[in-house]
């Protein structure tokens, strides 16, 4: 089982930075692929940007390409977003997930969410 807890969300002016985090524990050896989503209200939840374990090959959607970075530290087993040139259309509820392959099959782990408000 991976535990997570995502943190650094916060309000933000247009135009403003932030760097959420998104801490693991557990059976950290058993997770592939990391992911950060996002969830406007009243809308689905999306993905925002993905990276691979090995090759560390990130993936990012077409509406924050160019403005965020996902990154990973192995040591720690958290996993980051940096986000800058923040506009009202980012602000969403962001989460981190864990994806592997574990004993019972291949799971998917959700952390609980962390505010992104972007201002004018």
């Known amino acids: 089982q991976v535990r997570l807890v995502e943190s650094g969300g916060g309000l933000v002016q247009a135009g403003g930075s932030l760097r959420l985090s998104c801490a693991a524990s557990?059976?950290?050896?058993?997770?592939?692929?990391w992911g950060w989503y996002r969830q406007a209200p009243g809308k689905q939840r999306d993905l925002v940007a993905s990276?691979?374990?090995?090759?560390?090959?990130?993936n990012y959607a077409d509406s924050v390409n160019g403005r965020v970075i996902i990154s990973k530290d192995d040591e720690t087993s958290t996993v980051f977003l940096q986000m800058n040139n923040l506009k009202r259309g980012d602000t969403a509820v962001y989460y981190c997930?864990?994806?592997?392959?574990?004993?019972?099959?291949?799971?998917?782990?959700w952390g609980q969410g962390t505010h992104v408000t972007v201002t004018s």
């Open positions: 997930v864990a994806r592997g392959d574990g004993d019972s099959g291949s799971f998917a782990s």
């Open positions: 557990g059976i950290i050896y058993s997770i592939n692929k």
């Open positions: 990276i691979t374990n090995g090759d560390n090959r990130p």
